[in-house]
T-cell receptor, first 113, second 111 residues
């Protein structure tokens, strides 16, 4: 297993466009998390899945954001009608449980111009 | 209000010096984790502490969890340029709630 993979690594998009990111977690991990990180800040929680069920969503996750994890495997995060404030690093992580620590991917750097 | 406060925000030291960074909260955590992050990459787990008063050592790094499980510290002995990075503490408040992160301490070790 090569760890958590995220695709793409970088995305530049025009304001108003839709974007979709993909995360492939470690196959044995049933929990998958999405975080967002801006410059000078720690990662901020967006949402998480246990298997295919989306169990919690942050208030940061506006109606323009949607996440899915079909069949409890890979996950996608879609942002509709992107805004400049959406520019950030989007991090995906997976784990067995909260107390075992998370394995993060390398992130997707989104720039909205 | 930040749930986990990390200090200092920035630290620049010479190779060979010792340092301690802190992670404080008014809330109790069932566990605290420390991560290191390099530019353009995701955080990498260093350690998880779960018992109040617990001390864990990882080579030149020593991690401590406060007795009341509200705070933690990371001590690095004889820092090396390879220790440069953003050190993040993160906590689990209860049950299955996701990790909450502090803003991090940005460490720069100069050769």
């Amino acid at each position: 297993d090569t760890g958590v993979s995220q695709d793409p690594r970088h995305k530049i998009t025009k304001r108003g466009q839709n974007v979709t990111f993909r995360c492939d977690p470690i196959s044995e991990h049933n929990r998958l998390y999405w975080y967002r990180q801006t410059l000078g800040q720690g990662p901020e929680f967006l949402t998480y899945f246990q298997n295919e069920a989306q169990l919690e969503k942050s208030r940061l996750l506006s109606d323009r954001f949607s996440a899915e994890r079909p069949k409890g495997s890979f996950s996608t995060l879609e942002i509709q009608r992107t805004e400049q404030g959406d520019s950030a690093m989007y991090l995906c992580a997976s784990s067995f449980s909260q107390n075992y620590g998370y394995t993060f991917g390398s992130g997707t750097r989104l720039t909205v111009v | 209000t930040q749930l986990l406060e990390q200090s200092p925000q920035f630290l620049s030291i010479q190779e060979g010096e010792n340092l301690t960074v802190y992670c404080n909260s008014s809330s109790v955590f069932s566990s605290l984790q420390w991560y290191r992050q390099e530019p353009g990459e995701g955080p990498v787990l260093l350690v998880t502490v779960v018992t109040g008063g617990e001390v864990k050592k990882l080579k030149r790094l020593t991690f401590q969890f406060g007795d009341a499980r509200k705070d933690s510290s990371l001590h690095i002995t004889a820092a090396q340029p390879g220790d440069t990075g953003l050190y993040l503490c993160a906590g689990v408040r209860q049950g299955n709630t996701p990790l909450v992160f502090g803003k991090g301490t940005r460490l720069s070790v100069i050769a």
